[in-house]
């Protein structure tokens, strides 16, 4: 197996157990065009919120009439009053120290210009050669545009890096791409499974 010189990290699921964070967001839009909040019962919904970039989540929520009206709303959010919904996955802050170190590190994540807000608030920005957004690329996950442009970034070679999601848009987008994939916490169905950081950390670094 080639090494891997590089690790790409989602965002949501993998670094943060956010759907609480994620949810609220998006009930607090539902709420000004009057429309009923998302709920955990409503699992396709809950998990779409969790996953796609925000234009598709709204254009779903509140139909392609409505987008531009949403999106400009949703832009005069400030996210950070969602940030103490978000909780860091255990062991990250350890892990990203022990890799950083060894390896360079990215960020490929739908959100948009939330992320850097979430990096400074848990002070896990300095850990990051990479951040990449849905804001940065035409065509978020699933396309494969996000990681093209993160291995671009680091430097690095397609073969060289290790892309750890957790979602189907996650997947898809690395095969896409051609980056080997980790599924974290995740039903999605890949070889390589983690359902910790400090396992994911053996693998990379090749004492696992």
Known sequence: MMPIKGVIFDCDGVMFESRQA??????????????????????????????????????????????????????????????????????????????????????????????????????????????????????PKPHPDMLLLAVEQLELGLGDVLFVGDSRYDHAASESAGVRFAAYKSQVKTPLRFSDHYHLMQYVLGVG
Request: glycine share 4%.
């Open 22 to 139: 994620n949810l609220a967001y998006y009930n607090d839009i539902l709420n000004f065009f009057g429309e009923d909040p998302v709920t955990e019962n409503d699992r396709e919904k809950a998990d779409l919120c969790h996953t796609a970039a925000s234009p598709e989540v709204l254009t779903t929520l509140l139909g392609a009439h409505r987008i531009t009206d949403a999106l400009e709303f949703a832009a005069r959010i400030d996210y950070r009053k969602f940030i103490p919904f978000m909780v860091p996955e255990p062991g990250l802050y350890d892990v990203l120290e022990q890799l950083a170190e060894r390896v360079p590190l990215a960020v490929a994540t739908n959100r948009g210009s939330s992320m850097p807000e979430i990096l400074d608030h848990f002070e896990l920005t300095h850990f990051f050669s990479a951040v990449v957004t849905s804001r940065d690329v035409k065509k």
